[in-house]
């Protein structure tokens, strides 16, 4: 299974071609379970708020047994655990590193629906 969490938070069906820049330039979070095994993909600089929250509500509704959160399309780094709610917790703590509040504010403006 795999999912694109969109700009409103809302699951969208990914293309393979566009799934590189959907997560490193728009700012995506991309959702691929296998078995057990959740991986999540995103951009930790450009990732937008709202697919932020939809990923974090999809990631618990699918309970992994394993979360990989891999960050970055280029040079990634990844981590993995056993719990989904330390993965989650990652998430938001990579997401909000070295980001400016006004451009948290810009990024929800700029995708307001």
């Given at each position: 299974?795999d ?6 938070g ?6 393979k071609r566009?799934?590189?820049?959907a ?16 991986i ?9 708020p709202?697919?932020?929250?939809g990923?974090f509500?999809?990631?618990?509704d699918l ?9 970055g399309?280029?040079?990634s ?8 709610a ?28």
């Open positions: 299974m999912v694109l969490i969109g700009p409103t809302w699951p969208l069906q990914p293309g566009d799934l590189v820049v997560v490193s330039k728009i700012g995506l979070v991309h959702i691929r379970q296998i078995g057990g095994t959740v999540v993909t995103l951009e930790p600089q450009v990732t937008l709202m697919s932020l929250a990923a509500f999809r990631i618990s309970s992994p047994t394993r979360t990989i959160v891999v960050a399309t280029l040079n780094e990844y981590w993995v655990y056993s719990s989904y330390a993965a989650i917790q990652k998430i938001g703590e990579l997401a909000s590193e070295g980001k400016d509040p006004g451009t948290v504010r810009r990024q929800l403006r700029d995708h307001a629906v």
